[in-house]
């Protein structure tokens, strides 16, 4: 019985370790995208990497570390909340980008909501800005 | 464990110092709102690796404080751009 805890004991360990290096490795990967791509909504696109699959691997090797209930409960909260605000967020910078025209439309393979508002301007309630 | 902080950090470093020369470099204020919060994330993870390898859970208040505020700064800026911004 005590092997099995202490095999689990080393495996958390070892699997926090993994998680806070996969979550390193976004973030480099981010960076690398901020600086590498060419338009704002490709920067965004890499830029939600860490912002979510780096905060949960960060949670879920805070709570293997320390097992408890308080903790599985607050780092729970945080997943949760960084969800819950972050495509918000994202959604909100890309709508702006499309609106304002700043992004690079020729790197663009598919623009449903453009098609839709071609179409719509024969649409009778269609006002034109 | 001071060899898992000593590679996280050093990964974590590049993504903020890529971070700050995109919003230095801009072109755009999106692109400085996006850098802005990949910067925060990154404090995020830099903050969980430490308690991860201190085995401390002093810091989760505040990676829960920046979880839900890290989006207002964004969304206003997004929300109230003027629409002919010269680039």
Redesign the interface.
Known sequence: MAAVVDFFGHFAQVAAVVLVILAGLMSVAAGVGLLRFPDSLQRLHAGAKPQILGVIAICTALVLRRPSLPVLAFASLIVIFQMLTQPIAAQMVGRAAYRTDIYDRSLLVVDELGEEIDDSEHHPHHRRP | ?NL?LL??G???A??????V??IVRGP?T??R???A??LT??L??WL??W???E?S?TL?PV??AL??F??VG??S???F?????D?
Do not use: K, N, Q, Y
């Open positions: 464990m898992v590679i996280t050093g990964m974590l590049f993504a903020a110092a890529a971070s020369a995109r755009t999106l692109d709102v996006v850098a919060d990949v994330a990154t995020m993870c969980g690796a308690m991860v390898v085995r859970t989760m990676l829960l979880a839900l890290a989006m964004s969304v800026v997004a929300r751009l003027p629409r002919d911004e680039e």
